[in-house]
């Protein structure tokens, strides 16, 4: 099982962590509170992207470009 650390920290200093196990497959990203993951960053957009573990490694999907 691998473990991933996510750090977000704000332009006004607010800072959340998660820690994402490679066992619970796709996580959101995104301020919409149907996100596994909810952004501390409300100028986000509701889906801003996803964290998945495939082939023994990370991977974010950004939806935003």
């Not at 473990?3 to 196990?21: A, E, F, P």
Request: proline share 0%.
């Amino acid at each position: 099982m691998s473990l991933l650390l996510v750090k977000q920290v704000t332009k006004n200093g607010h800072t959340k962590v998660w820690k994402l196990k490679s066992k619970l497959g796709l996580q959101t990203f995104g301020v919409s509170r149907k996100c596994n993951l909810i952004s501390a960053d409300s100028s986000l957009s509701s889906f801003s992207g996803c964290l998945e573990y495939r082939n023994n490694e990370w991977h974010f999907i950004q939806f935003n470009l």
